[in-house]
Antibody, heavy 121, light 106 residues
Framework: HLHESGPGLLKPSETLSLTCTVS??????????WAWIRQSPGKGLEWIGT???????YYNLPLTSRVTISLDTSKNEFFLTVTSVTAADMAIYYC???????????????WGQGARVTVSS | DLTQPPSVSVSPGQTANISCSGD????????AAWYQQRPGHSPVLVIY???KRPSGIPERFSGSTSGNTATLTITGTQVMDEADYFC?????????FGGGTSLTVL
């Protein structure tokens, strides 16, 4: 299971911080990666980034300058930070378990229930 | 980019085909995955690596590919299959999703 947590309401220019708590498995598992994906209201899915237990990260290029993904293996948690949020960052944020990236590309086999984030002044 | 039809409609018991087209799907080992998302729920993986089905996914879900198009097929569609379906692939270090297809079963 994966469970997202964090503040649901932010003001423009603030920093979004979300935590994904993993249970029933370990983020130190060498056979999986861990990802953040978001879904804007009424729209499709957008990959934010992925992290491996070693700390290696992969980010969606348009978000790279504002996004940081990190992890804490002792707590079996990984984290998302998005700086300088705007209304365009309003979405449901999902954490998910990913298969290995290479050579076949990843797929996401377990998802959290999602955390709704609103940006409003 | 991955292009999906915005909507597909089928009657119960019929076969639904949802396409996903993109140049990346025709290149080497670039596999598609498919997700089902019912309203108010998180996405669920139904097909990965073009045609593999995760444990617990009914056999009526299948995947195939031809050229630069991947297809999700639901054989004997049930009312409970009514949902949005998204395809997903991996291109040059980036995960990309299709825009989604709304499947109506009526």
């Amino acid at each position: 299971h994966l469970h997202e947590s964090g503040p649901g309401l932010l003001k423009p220019s603030e920093t979004l911080s979300l935590t994904c708590t993993v249970s029933g498995g370990y983020i130190s598992d060498k056979d999986h990666y861990w990802a953040w994906i978001r879904q804007s209201p009424g729209k499709g899915l957008e990959w934010i980034g992925t992290i491996y237990f070693s700390g290696t990260t992969y980010y969606n290029l348009p978000l790279t300058s504002r996004v940081t993904i990190s992890l804490d293996t002792s707590k079996n948690e990984f984290f998302l930070t998005v700086t300088s949020v705007t209304a365009a960052d309003m979405a449901i944020y999902y954490c998910a378990r990913s298969s290995i990236l290479y050579p076949l590309g990843p797929h996401f086999d377990f998802w959290g229930q999602g955390a709704r984030v609103t940006v409003s002044s | 980019d991955l292009t999906q039809p915005p909507s597909v409609s089928v009657s119960p018991g019929q076969t639904a085909n949802i396409s996903c087209s993109g140049d990346i799907l025709g290149v080497g080992h670039k596999y598609a995955a498919w997700y089902q998302q019912r309203p108010g729920h998180s996405p669920v993986l139904v097909i990965y690596q073009h045609h593999k089905r995760p444990s617990g996914i009914p056999e009526r879900f299948s995947g195939s590919t031809s050229g630069n198009t991947a297809t999700l097929t639901i054989t004997g569609t049930q009312v409970m299959d009514e949902a949005d379906y998204f395809c997903q692939a991996w291109d040059r270090g980036t995960v990309i999703f299709g825009g989604g297809t709304s499947l109506t079963v009526l």
